[in-house]
């Protein structure tokens, strides 16, 4: 649907689209932006939009989209999908039971999972077992991942958001939050076309730095304010013209050798990256490297640079960090080539279009999940998800260690609806890595299939809000509960 056709439809192409300035702030008389063309368009006019595409932000828009919620989801980027696709993060974490026996994250998660199986884009997870170089012969707590192509899944995410009628608007930066009083009533976004405004009923924060959250007002820590440490950022990359054969020959014989001293993995090819630092030619912060096998045979996902403190909110911090990331890249291509059977002649695809950020801003709510909860199996009166993501803390032990890695008591933990629902702001839902969680407790959940799950489920509670003319705060959790279940989302 064009954006012309998008307002007809919605009844709102308004006189103000020619150009009228809205916010007092950005009008010429400014001085700050005095001579300049900087007028903010009324453009966008929707019952719910949702800022930032990737698998939380997809899954809210399609969700409420398809509970026939007028819908805007804006990217700043190419295309949806986030990490998944532009920071080509993979593969899709776990999405089964501690045990490896349940798969217990579907919904919408499985629909793009069974669509890119169709097309040739994913393997499906009850195949992929912990152990194998399809997890980077990771033997706990990364049993049935799903490997899946990072272009077949912009495509499976254009398709479903276009069956289920959402607009999606490209190249579109959230700039600041429409504000009344406490509520959140849209956004001016940056775009190709200038400053224009997106006036809505409710917003979804789905931006991962919860960036609409924390303009709006929103309590915010960065990290773990216990240190201020946030885990390390990685810029992913994926090489092919990989003899598999050779390389899982060369890995497999040294499996009994993978251990962990004092937070420091000595796990896949440790072996020859001693070799490379005793020759000098490896100063990277780790001891072994991860690398995942891919649908294609020869195609591997590389989850391997890594670099301390990066403020992902701070935009020469993370210009500094993306340089970094490419240096690192290039050494790690060396080291395939010249240490490792089975990459000789391995083919550098593409890095990601940008760093991979695990953590940065935590957005508070009324509740802030504690990792406590993940850890003893709690199950919530509302609980929207069901996960078994090991609480995997990247670099919390420092330089060259890698995470702290907690073990969860059960076989699942539940995730509760008030997550989503910021401090102090009303009409505003928070989706994916950005809900109201401790530190560690964001790292396990904020991996992609809960992810998604999170966005099902605050698309669903937008929806049903909107259609009640109420605050997601006065939601009955029955409702949204039902609304889930009718969405294959999996509760017990
Ligand atoms: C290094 C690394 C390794 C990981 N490994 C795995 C893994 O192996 N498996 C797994 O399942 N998960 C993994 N994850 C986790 C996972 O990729 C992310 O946590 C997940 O994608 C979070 O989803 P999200 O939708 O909240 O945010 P994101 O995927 O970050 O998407 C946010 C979207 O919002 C957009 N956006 C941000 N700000 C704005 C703005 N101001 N205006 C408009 N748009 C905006 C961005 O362009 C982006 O598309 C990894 C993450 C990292 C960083």
């Known amino acids: 649907?064009?954006?012309?056709?998008?307002?007809?439809?919605?009844?709102?192409?308004?006189?103000?689209?020619a150009g009228a300035s809205l916010l007092g702030g950005c009008s010429s008389g400014d001085p700050l932006l005095a001579g300049a063309r900087v007028d903010v368009k009324e453009s966008y006019r929707c019952q719910l939009l949702v800022v930032g595409g990737g698998p939380a932000g997809v899954c809210a828009a399609i969700a409420a989209a398809r509970q026939g919620i007028r819908t805007l989801l804006v990217d700043s980027g190419n295309c949806l999908g986030?990490?998944?696709?532009?920071?080509?993060?993979?593969?899709?974490?776990?999405c089964y039971d501690a045990k490896g026996e349940r798969m217990i994250i579907r919904g919408l998660f499985e629909e793009v999972v069974d669509r890119l199986v169709a097309i040739g884009g994913a393997l499906h997870p009850s195949g992929i077992r912990q152990g194998?170089?399809?997890?980077?012969?990771?033997?706990?707590?990364?049993?049935?991942?799903?490997?899946?192509?990072?272009?077949?899944?912009?495509?499976?995410?254009?398709?479903?958001?276009?069956?289920?009628?959402?607009?999606?608007?490209?190249?579109?930066?959230?700039?600041?939050?429409?504000m009344k009083g406490k509520r959140i009533c849209g956004a001016v976004l940056l775009t190709p076309s200038g400053l224009e405004a997106a006036r809505a009923d409710m917003v979804i924060d789905a931006t991962g730095d919860g960036t609409v959250a924390y303009r709006a007002g929103a309590p915010c820590v960065f990290g773990d304010p216990e240190n201020g440490r946030v885990q390390p950022a990685s810029l992913f990359f994926r090489m092919n013209n990989v003899d598999t054969d050779a390389l899982v020959a060369e890995?497999?014989?040294?499996?009994?050798?993978?251990?962990?001293?004092?937070?420091?993995?000595?796990?896949?090819?440790?072996?020859?990256?001693?070799?490379a630092e005793a020759a000098g030619e490896w100063d990277l912060a780790r001891k072994s490297v991860n690398i995942w096998r891919s649908v294609e045979k020869d195609q591997w996902v590389v989850n391997c640079t890594r670099i301390h403190g990066v403020d992902a909110?701070?935009?020469?911090?993370?210009?500094?960090?993306?340089?970094?990331?490419?240096?690192?890249?290039?050494?790690?291509?060396?080291?395939?080539?010249?240490?490792?059977?089975?990459?000789e002649k391995a083919t550098l695809m593409g890095t990601g279009s940008t760093m991979g950020i695990r953590e940065s801003r935590h957005v508070h709510g009324d509740f802030i999940l504690p990792v406590q909860d993940l850890i003893e199996g709690v199950i919530p009166d509302d609980v929207i998800l069901l996960s078994a993501n090991s609480i995997d803390v990247h670099g919390a032990m420092g330089g060259p260690a890698g995470g702290l890695y907690m073990p969860i008591q059960k076989d699942l933990y539940g995730i509760p609806y008030r997550v989503l629902l910021p401090a102090g702001v009303d009409s505003l839902?928070?989706?994916?890595?950005?809900?109201?969680?401790?530190?560690?407790?964001?790292?396990?959940?904020?991996?992609?299939?809960?992810?998604?799950?999170?966005?099902?489920?605050?698309?669903?509670?937008?929806?049903?809000?909107?259609?009640?003319?109420?605050?997601p705060r006065e939601l009955d959790y029955a409702d949204l509960r039902a609304a889930?279940?009718?969405g294959k989302v999996c509760l017990v």
């Open 484 to 486: 889930l279940l009718a």
């Open 313 to 343: 909110t701070d935009a020469e911090n993370l210009t500094a960090a993306e340089e970094e990331g490419r240096r690192q890249v290039q050494e790690l291509m060396h080291f395939f080539h010249k240490y490792v059977p089975g990459c």
């Open 82 to 94: 986030g990490m998944g696709t532009k920071g080509l993060v993979g593969p899709f974490m776990t």
């Open 251 to 275: 890995v497999v014989p040294h499996l009994p050798e993978f251990r962990r001293v004092n937070g420091v993995s000595y796990r896949c090819l440790h072996w020859r990256v001693a070799e």
């Open 132 to 178: 194998t170089e399809f997890t980077a012969w990771i033997s706990e707590g990364h049993d049935h991942c799903t490997p899946f192509d990072p272009e077949l899944l912009k495509v499976v995410y254009d398709h479903l958001c276009k069956e289920a009628g959402v607009k999606v608007l490209y190249h579109a930066n959230f700039v600041r939050p429409i």
């Open 1 to 17: 649907m064009d954006r012309r056709k998008f307002l007809e439809t919605a009844g709102l192409l308004t006189a103000a689209s």
């Open 429 to 471: 839902l928070l989706a994916g890595r950005c809900i109201s969680a401790d530190s560690a407790a964001a790292g396990a959940i904020r991996v992609m299939p809960p992810a998604m799950a999170l966005g099902q489920a605050a698309g669903e509670a937008a929806a049903l809000s909107i259609k009640a003319g109420i605050q």
